[in-house]
């Protein structure tokens, strides 16, 4: 084992059980007291993010990525082989894999829901935060509303009530549907909800809900906490270094440079955040011919069928599936088709960014 990468470590360790007696026998000036809880430290990526930063410190080779000095390779391969199973009755590598089809499905049937209640009414699901019928709902301006609602359907449905997030239309014989106000934030929440709490984390998903919330719903954030469920980062960056450098585009060069050397990127101003640590950088693949490596990784991108991204340091959040990325526009009316957009992820016009990418499937 020549050099081990962060991303391969924690995989293999993670849901493991490691004995601290065991393990400070083996390695006497290795500290992990401050992981260790009743002589056991526990799997989880947390407490595998700091035994890593402790075996990193025995690595002299300059990238927190990696890791290639004996020292700290030996402790790696005694962790390895001498670590235990996961817990009983916990299956990771399945309910991962349910979590990603169950977000590809949120994705796929809430847009053809909207798209098919425009065909059938001329009033879709959603409506964007910053939509003009938002703002007629801030204004309390019921009229505009009934206005609206009339034109959308040729008179076929009625306003009925506001609700907060919502607003409730009948039909002239008599049913009712609701309108559901999103945005680009909004619309990821949602599809990472049905993903969670359709593979048995709906507990976690409160946790995270209530992070973002408590953060101003910043999408950098989210993914913070997605990582620390295992969740692969991957920085996207389509423009290499020198065309970055050539328009003078030093933030999105500065990001690029911070995630291929390994440093965290994008904390925010919370408590506790500390920015998304970069498992991957994909660059270099618009206006040139991308090299192999950088083929293979969009390769492995375009097979995955559910991740989460931000854009340009959490401007803009998203989410994805089988290489497309799916946003919300937050200016979307209700009878607009194009709400939800899909473009390929060779296409996307961002110019840097993160994927992240569900256990199991970088």
């Not at 391969?77 to 399945?94: C, D, H, I, Y």
């Not at 920015?275 to 990784?297: E, F, K, Q």
């Amino acid at each position: 084992m020549p050099i081990l990468d962060h991303n391969t470590f924690v995989n293999r360790l993670r849901g493991k059980f490691i004995n601290t007696a065991e393990l400070q026998s083996a390695h006497p000036d290795l500290n992990v007291r401050r992981i260790s809880s009743n002589g056991v430290i526990e799997g989880t990526t947390q407490n595998l993010e700091k035994l890593w930063e402790v075996i990193d410190n025995y690595d002299h080779d300059g990238n927190v990525n990696t890791i290639s000095d004996p020292p700290a390779l030996a402790i790696a391969q005694w962790l390895f082989s001498k670590t235990g199973s996961l817990a009983p009755g916990r299956n990771e590598a399945l309910s991962w894999k349910k979590v990603a089809e169950l977000g590809d499905k949120s994705i796929t049937d809430n847009s053809n829901a909207h798209k098919a209640a425009i065909d059938n009414t001329g009033i879709g699901l959603y409506y964007g935060d910053h939509s003009p019928f938002h703002d007629a709902i801030l204004r309390g301006d019921r009229p505009a509303l009934r206005t609206e609602i009339d034109a959308m359907s040729m008179g076929n449905w009625q306003m009925g009530s506001i609700e907060p997030g919502s607003v409730i239309i009948e039909s002239t014989s008599g049913q009712a549907a609701r309108l559901k106000e999103s945005s680009c934030i909004g619309w990821v929440m949602e599809n990472v909800r049905a993903a969670y709490e359709g593979g048995g984390y709906g507990g976690r998903f409160a946790e995270i809900n209530s992070r973002v919330k408590d953060a101003d719903l910043r999408g950098t954030v989210l993914c913070e906490e997605l990582q620390k469920d295992g969740w692969t980062a991957i920085f996207y960056c389509p423009r290499t270094a020198e065309d970055l450098a050539d328009s003078n585009e030093r933030e999105k060069l500065g990001a690029l440079n911070m995630a291929k050397a390994g440093t965290r990127v994008w904390k925010s101003p919370i408590p506790g955040s500390n920015g998304v640590h970069c498992d991957a950088v994909i660059t270099g693949y618009r206006g040139v011919t991308p090299d192999r490596n950088t083929l293979m990784m969009l390769e492995k991108l375009e097979n995955i069928p559910f991740f989460v991204g931000v854009a340009n340091g959490g401007i803009h959040t998203f989410v994805g599936h089988k290489g497309s990325v799916c946003d919300f526009h937050w200016t979307a009316q209700p009878d607009d088709k194009d709400a939800m957009t899909e473009n390929p992820v060779r296409q996307w016009k961002w110019d840097t960014g993160l994927y992240l990418v569900p256990p199991g499937y970088w």
